[in-house]
């Protein structure tokens, strides 16, 4: 991620050297800190919760806000209101900033919550039943915190179709996570019978609605067209489906990789090497590690259908003038389709 997300802090405006989002949860006072301090307030353990899922790479925390800022710079102003174009600082208007950094804390809020444990599965070598509670209550409320946090300041940008839409990508959240935590028991999750049109409607809920809603969001706040916020959807949602792919692919496409990697048997390559193997097959290897994964077609088709989503959103690109933010957000899903 470095190299293109390096570039396109820089086209967004940010200082030099490049200043990475994660930084907007510190404490430097750098403008944009002030204003997501000013989201959360000062109050200690939802923020150093908070900074403490921002600082954790392996969440591409920073990326959301970041994708949000280059396609509202990409699209630059409407020609339909010229009248507060004033307001635009690096080619993107205050609003936009504003909804990029509430998308951050929304997405922060259900990464809190998805601590939560579940007391029912814990045995006694785990720890004290009394401190697991009260971390899910931290979780509970840290998470809550942040999200009417972001909810208010979602209502101060005073637009009602944009609160629409992020409270409408908020209940696809909410909806997502469900799915993923709906199993029964471990050995139903294991052999859970989802077909990948399914595994795409649960990613799209958990992962692609709510930056493919905050793309459109940022359209409609620059008073864009129909048919540009629905642009700027898609290019939200295939990007966000590639990066998911990508992930998925990592532990069988790593030349480093061995049998001990861990991986979800719910991921892409497993639900796709699940329909080309049969279900009674898959059920014998249900337990073994993912080389018969890597030995089969799942993953090359997960890597297809990556590269597919890929192409999606660049084509969605296509629709913007060329500039180094269209190409910053090129790069980005140049940099999720990319395999060894």
């Known amino acids: 991620w470095t190299p293109p997300v390096s570039e ?14 994660r930084c907007l949860l510190s404490d430097e006072l750098t403008p944009p800190a002030m204003q997501v301090r000013k989201l959360v307030g000062t109050k200690p353990p939802p923020l150093d919760t908070a900074r403490g899922f921002v600082y954790d790479s392996r969440n591409n925390l920073q990326m959301r806000g970041l994708v949000i800022l280059l396609i509202s710079k990409a699209a630059g102003p409407s020609t339909a209101d010229i009248s507060f174009q004033h307001n635009m600082v690096s ?35 785990d720890g004290p039943l009394k401190d697991m509670q009260f971390g899910n209550k931290m979780a509970v409320l840290s998470g809550d915190f942040l999200l009417a946090n972001a909810c208010t300041s979602l209502a101060q940008l005073q637009n009602t179709k944009v609160v629409e839409l992020i409270s409408s990508a908020i209940g696809d959240l909410v909806q997502g ?26 990613v799209f809920l958990s992962h692609s609605a709510l930056l493919a809603k905050s793309c459109q969001a940022a359209m409609e706040l620059a008073k864009h067209s129909a048919e540009i916020q629905d642009v700027a959807f898609q290019y939200g949602k295939h990007m966000s489906m ?22 979800s048997l719910n991921s892409a390559p497993a639900v796709l090497h699940q329909e080309f193997l049969g279900r009674e097959a898959w059920i014998k290897q249900i337990r073994e590690l993912q080389g018969a994964i890597k030995a089969g077609k799942g993953v090359t088709s997960a890597i297809d ?20 933010a269209r190409a910053a957000l090129a790069n980005i899903v140049y940099a999720v389709t990319r395999f060894p």
């Not at 069988?252 to 049998?259: A, C, L, P, R």
């Open 242 to 263: 590639s990066h998911k792919l990508h992930s998925d692919l990592q532990p069988f496409v790593k030349e480093n990789s061995t049998d001990t990697v861990a991986f």
């Open 8 to 21: 396109a802090e820089k086209i967004v405006g940010y200082p030099t050297p490049p200043m990475s989002l």
């Open 305 to 324: 259908l990556c590269r597919f989503h890929g192409n999606r959103a660049l084509a969605a690109l296509e629709h913007f003038p060329p500039s180094e």
């Open 91 to 125: 080619g993107i208007y205050s609003s936009q900033r504003s909804l990029a950094e509430i998308t951050e804390l929304i997405h922060t809020a259900f990464l809190v919550h998805r601590g939560i444990v579940n007391i029912g599965e814990l045995k006694s070598c």
């Open 177 to 202: 996570i469900y799915y993923e935590n709906s199993k029964s028991s471990e050995e139903n999750c294991l052999t859970d019978d989802i077909c990948i049109s399914t595994w795409k409607e649960q």
